[in-house]
């Protein structure tokens, strides 16, 4: 089978589905079922309704939806994944796609995940523990903005939101740079808030994968489906706090 290289091309969510190979798991409050996609299903820069003909592993901790492994993931973990070399620190740990993605990579020599849910680690643990490069993973567990200082790597993805873009993000990415040696910084959402920015100002501040990244999506075709996220000022702000202005 030949491998799928465009994020958003449709069957490029059923390989990384396939990759993952996640069975279905129930342990101390912590759950992972399998759905088919069906219905409203956004994308990570459009809306969408999707319906798919395999299933996608949803997690859920004490019955509350906490992750699945959807288009808008698999989408929005590409660059943190491409881009992941030499000692890398993943910020939340979720189903552990990008972080079993990136240990594959033989330029990763090593990976840090901070996770405040001990269970989740024990799930992470439980399931993928034969997979290539577990060796070259490592838990801190605790709250990442306690944990989470005093550390040289190359690449830092944070991915500790429930939700697309919070407030938080700023805060977070101007105090993790201060406290810690990092090389390059990404935060889940970052494209999206660039290319929002973009739209709203017609100011270009992506680097160079990242507007091979964007040309993708624009290869898809589903770019009418576009849907804004934030404002002009909140854009400015994750600029200003990631340096690019």
């Known amino acids: 089978m030949t491998m799928i290289i465009n994020p958003f091309e449709d069957d490029y969510l059923k390989q990384e589905v396939d990759f993952m190979a996640i069975p279905e798991?129930?342990?101390d409050g912590v759950t992972v079922l399998h759905k088919k996609i069906v219905g409203r299903c956004d994308d990570y820069l459009n809306t969408n309704f999707r319906s798919t003909d395999y299933e996608v592993p949803i997690l859920y901790i004490d019955q509350e939806l906490w992750m699945s492994l959807t288009f808008m993931?698999?989408?929005s973990a590409y660059l943190p994944i491409t881009l992941a070399e030499g000692k890398v620190c993943m910020l939340g740990l979720g189903l552990g796609y990008s972080i079993l993605r990136a240990a594959c990579k033989p330029e990763v020599t090593e990976i840090i995940v901070y996770e405040n849910?001990?269970?989740?680690?024990?799930m992470f643990k439980?399931?993928?523990?034969?997979?290539?490069?577990f060796e070259k993973i490592s838990f801190v567990e605790g709250d990442a903005r306690e944990t989470?200082?005093?550390?040289k790597c190359d690449v830092a993805f944070v991915d500790i939101y429930q939700t697309l873009l919070p407030d938080e993000v700023i805060e977070d990415a101007i105090n993790f740079q201060k406290d810690n040696d990092i090389g390059r910084y990404m935060f889940w959402g970052q494209e999206k808030a660039i290319l929002d920015y973009y739209n709203e100002t017609d100011d270009m501040f992506f680097d160079y994968i990242e507007k091979d990244y964007i040309k993708m999506w624009l290869k898809s075709?589903?770019?009418?489906l576009y849907r804004s996220h934030i404002s002009e000022e909140f854009g400015y702000d994750v600029l200003l706090a990631l340096g690019r202005i």
Do not use: A, M, N
């Open 25 to 27: 798991y129930d342990r």
């Open 73 to 75: 993931e698999v989408e």
């Open 117 to 122: 849910e001990s269970r989740i680690i024990q």
């Open 126 to 133: 439980d399931l993928f523990s034969d997979r290539e490069g």
């Open 148 to 151: 989470f200082k005093g550390v």
């Open 221 to 224: 075709g589903k770019q009418d």
